[in-house]
């Protein structure tokens, strides 16, 4: 359409031969449940791929039964309403938006994309346990606020910002079915580390393009510069890569001996 789509009713697909693909000069609005599963779990359900001009509003679940979905909003937004979700059992999970981008409730244990061309990715819902290879990628800044775990179960994780990355939520493979997750997170400017990085015997690689790394931020609180304790980067037998374009130190030592991340 050259304008908005706006889905006022229930759609389904399950068939693996029926794709929907609905594309908007405008916005898209989603105010009906799209849902691609059937009696048949052996079957997975045909794709679904929105692209609007403008904005993509998802004010109803959009499921599909371990199938892609796709959704791309080119000068806009994607906004997904509160206590609706995304949901591609083992299907890739994509989004993209030219805006700042919030991280959505969310469910895959395929692979997960998530880019804003023009603006930031906040990370403020968890990317738990079971999600596959997670990819994030920002024009601006990248703020993890809610933890991310996908590496508990061997897979990959990359951030990369084209200015600062702030790691605010812990980062953490332990205690998870596979060893072997790796991180990298490439910042353009700064990195900092406000909680901890941790792999199960994981590579993991931490870059500042042009900043630098901080282990031991500095934060500001009702004009008050703040010292955060220095935080940890552990991989257990795996390497770690630490490249910062400015200056880089490790902080003050850490109590002895030292305590669990």
């Given at each position: 359409?050259?304008?908005?789509?706006?889905?006022?009713?229930?759609?389904?697909?399950?068939?693996?031969?029926?794709?929907?693909?609905?594309?908007?000069?405008?916005?898209?609005?989603?105010?009906?449940?799209?849902?691609?599963?059937?009696?048949?779990?052996?079957?997975?359900?045909?794709?679904?791929?929105?692209?609007?001009?403008?904005?993509?509003?998802?004010?109803?679940?959009?499921?599909?039964?371990?199938?892609?979905?796709?959704?791309?909003?080119?000068?806009?937004?994607?906004?997904?309403?509160?206590?609706?979700?995304?949901?591609?059992?083992?299907?890739?999970?994509?989004?993209?938006?030219?805006?700042?981008?919030?991280?959505?409730?969310?469910?895959?244990?395929?692979?997960?994309?998530?880019?804003?061309?023009?603006?930031?990715?906040?990370?403020?819902?968890?990317?738990?346990?079971?999600?596959?290879?997670?990819?994030?990628?920002?024009?601006?800044?990248?703020?993890?606020?809610?933890?991310?775990t996908n590496i508990k179960t061997g897979n990959n994780?990359?951030?990369?910002?084209?200015?600062?990355?702030?790691?605010?939520?812990?980062?953490?493979?332990?205690?998870?079915?596979?060893?072997?997750?790796?991180?990298?997170?490439?910042?353009?400017?700064?990195?900092?580390?406000?909680?901890?990085?941790?792999?199960?015997?994981g590579a993991i690689n931490l870059t500042a393009i042009?900043?630098?790394?901080?282990?031991?931020?500095?934060?500001?609180?009702?004009?008050?510069?703040?010292?955060?304790?220095?935080?940890?980067?552990?991989?257990?037998?795996?390497?770690?890569?630490?490249?910062?374009?400015?200056?880089?130190s490790t902080g003050a030592p850490p109590p002895q001996?030292?305590?669990?991340?």
């Amino acid at each position: 359409a050259a304008g908005a789509v706006n889905i006022t009713q229930p759609m389904a697909n399950p068939r693996s031969d029926a794709p929907l693909t609905i594309t908007s000069g405008t916005d898209v609005n989603v105010n009906a449940t799209i849902d691609g599963r059937d009696s048949n779990a052996a079957s997975p359900s045909g794709t679904v791929t929105m692209t609007a001009g403008q904005n993509i509003n998802v004010n109803q679940d959009i499921v599909t039964e371990d199938s892609a979905l796709t959704l791309a909003a080119q000068t806009g937004a994607i906004t997904v309403g509160g206590g609706k979700g995304l949901f591609a059992g083992s299907g890739p999970i994509s989004l993209t938006s030219a805006s700042t981008l919030s991280v959505p409730l969310l469910s895959t244990v395929g692979a997960l994309n998530i880019q804003s061309t023009a603006g930031a990715v906040n990370v403020g819902t968890p990317i738990d346990d079971t999600t596959g290879a997670v990819t994030i990628n920002a024009a601006t800044a990248v703020n993890v606020n809610q933890p991310i775990t996908n590496i508990k179960t061997g897979n990959n994780l990359a951030i990369t910002a084209g200015t600062d990355i702030n790691v605010n939520a812990q980062i953490d493979g332990r205690d998870g079915t596979a060893a072997g997750g790796a991180i990298a997170v490439t910042a353009g400017t700064d990195l900092r580390l406000f909680d901890n990085i941790v792999t199960n015997d994981g590579a993991i690689n931490l870059t500042a393009i042009s900043g630098s790394v901080f282990l031991a931020p500095v934060s500001q609180d009702a004009n008050l510069l703040l010292l955060a304790p220095p935080k940890q980067v552990r991989a257990g037998s795996a390497p770690i890569t630490i490249v910062s374009g400015g200056d880089f130190s490790t902080g003050a030592p850490p109590p002895q001996p030292v305590p669990d991340p």
